[in-house]
């Protein structure tokens, strides 16, 4: 049992089914695929929901090709905390995070 499950595994790593954002948008995902690199196919799927459903597929795809390509995973880690702060707290986002810790410092 334990063999079988894993070299299920391992046929899907070698194989690259669609990364997380294709995989969420229902695309194929294509070779050099802007979203693969920082979007795996099990949790960046869900990343990636809430990165689209605050600030859109295609104006993160932009973002991310003005961007050089030793810096977009600090801007996707970003992108994806701005987001999921944003789907908590509709009105403030992470700017809330900002405000708590001020109030610490005083
Ligand atoms: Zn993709």
Redesign the pocket.
Known sequence: MTRVRLKRQDRSRTARG??????FLR?K??NG????PY?DSEQGAAHFAAVHKVFGASNVSKLLLHIPAHKRLDAVVTICYEAQARLRDPVYGCVAHIFALQQQEL
Do not use: D, L, M
């Open positions: 669609p990364c997380g954002a294709c995989k695309r995902c294509v695929c802007i979203f693969a979007f």
